[in-house]
């Protein structure tokens, strides 16, 4: 059977009695008590009340500010056996950090202990990432079967917080590549949290900041209801979780970030910016860059690029050129693009270089081929209509086979704009015509299927003219994420 542990009001009894230099049969005679309750009090084997321990001292003139103080020592340098949380100090080193506070006496014990325990978990959250860093550099090699056997394996862990943290980061960036492997691994980083060890305020605390990362592949996967829903779930969870993470390991910032990606996607781009503003407030500084890049990309999709290059201008000097390649690109990328919205081709075509550099290095399909993009639509702008019209051509194809209709219809019209200008009407009836099935799987907003009905009927009467059409390609760039916005002839 476990011994009691005296406990701190039993000790602090115990402590004045001795100093006091009186017996236990001295004591119980001189406060009028039972030798037995007495024994009792100090061995932890009787509750004893913070109010009865000091009309037990009040015998000795003990002041009340001395016994707080002498309690607060004892709690401090005997902290409970098991970890608060997966990355509180071991029992250990929670002793040692209690000594060391109580030895600076009331006035400063509860702000070195809080620091000494800070710095610790810090220490050991360091520890966890690193473990995490190196469990996923295994995962991210196996199969996707073989993955969730060995997260199974992990399930538990103290430090599997940080594998699910790690798997979180992992699905933003296969949302990149393909949104069913950003589901997948965000469903694992839940999986994970929901079997963390630790109170349940941890759990939820963690389950919170995890389902924001599968509201996002939802997101991305198409399904809008299902990543509000998720939302919603992520954000009682968070509220219900306060004080599950006391050393502040996990940033704020990142929900409100996913979030604003939801919203804008939606259309709801003040209310989109306005969580971005949020975020920003409270983020850390390396996490700004990225920020400043999202909002610039909301501006860009409500159609003010003059004020989106203003806020990717703020983000310039936060970028860190050595470091994180993909955030370069998406400022780079997002830069040119707004150069190309405002018809400023010259100054867009060096950021471009840069932009098919580093989509390279980057590896993703998706992302060189928007970097193609980009050059299709500086080089017809800067006049070079060959080059660009094999490169328009090549994008609008991959966007047929894709079925990514939206985009397809804008590459249509940018080639149609070729033809155009080479007389060449005939061709442009025929990409007409190939954009029927637009129509047929209804793949884009009523809106713009009404503005490309325009379209359509112009090209097959052969009246369809240039002007019009370019402004038609700036409506749709506008109205892609903003399903109200109409098309004025």
Not at 133 to 143: A, G, N
């Amino acid at each position: 059977m476990t011994k009691p542990r005296p406990t701190p009001e039993g000790a602090v009894l115990r402590f004045f009695r001795f100093s006091y230099g009186l017996t236990e049969q001295e004591f119980a005679r001189m406060a009028g008590v039972a030798l037995s309750t007495l024994s009792r009090w100090e061995k932890g084997q009787k509750p004893l009340t913070r109010k009865r321990l000091g009309e037990l001292l009040a015998f000795l003139h003990v002041p009340p500010e001395a016994i707080d103080s002498a309690l607060l020592a004892h709690r401090l340098a005997h902290p409970p056996e098991a970890p608060l949380a997966p990355t509180d100090p071991p029992a250990d080193e929670r002793r040692l950090i209690g000594r060391a506070a109580a030895a600076a006496g009331w006035s400063g014990a509860q702000a070195a202990h809080a620091e000494l325990t800070f710095e610790s978990r810090r220490r050991q959250a360091r520890e966890h990432r690193l473990w995490a860093e190196e469990r996923w550099t295994r995962l991210e090699r196996l199969s996707d079967k073989q993955q969730e056997k060995a997260v199974q394996v992990l399930l538990g862990d103290e430090r599997s917080w940080a594998l699910a943290e790690r798997l979180c980061n992992a699905s933003t960036t296969a949302a990149a590549h393909r949104a069913s492997d950003a589901l997948r691994l965000a469903r694992l980083a839940v999986l994970v949290a929901e079997q963390s060890p630790g109170p349940e305020s941890c759990r939820l605390r963690l389950r919170g900041w995890c389902e924001p990362f599968l509201a996002n592949a939802l997101r991305v996967g198409g399904d809008l209801p299902g990543s509000e829903r998720t939302f919603a779930s992520a954000e009682d969870l968070w509220e219900r979780g306060v004080g599950g993470d006391p050393a502040g390991l996990l940033d704020p910032t990142r929900p409100l970030d996913l979030k604003a990606s939801l919203l804008r996607q939606q259309g709801q781009f003040v209310e989109a910016i306005h969580l971005i503003d949020q975020a920003l407030a409270g983020s850390p500084p390396d996490a700004a860059a990225r920020l400043l890049i999202k909002k610039a990309a909301t501006h860009t999709r409500a159609g003010d690029y003059e004020r989106a290059l203003e806020v990717l201008g703020q983000a310039e000097p936060r970028i860190d050129s050595e470091g994180d390649q993909r955030l370069l690109f998406l400022h780079r990328s997002n830069w040119a693009l707004n150069l190309c919205n405002l018809d400023c081709y010259e100054a867009a075509e060096p950021l471009v270089v840069l932009v098919e550099v580093l989509a390279a290095d980057l590896g993703n399909e998706l992302d060189a081929l928007r970097a193609h993009w980009l050059r299709g639509r500086t080089w017809a702008g800067l006049g070079r209509r060959p080059e660009a019209l094999a490169i328009l051509t090549q994008v609008r194809q991959y966007f047929r086979t894709e079925e990514i209709a939206y985009d397809f219809a804008l590459a249509s019209l940018e080639v149609a704009v070729l033809y155009m200008e080479q007389g060449r009407t005939r061709l442009v009836r025929e990409l007409s015509k190939e954009m029927l099935w637009i129509f047929e799987e209804q793949k884009v907003h009523a809106e713009a299927l009404a503005a490309l009905a325009l379209f359509r009927q112009a090209a097959e009467e052969e009246v369809v003219q240039t002007e019009w059409t370019r402004r038609l390609i700036k409506y749709l760039y506008r109205a892609q994420h903003n399903p109200k916005l109409r098309f004025e002839p």
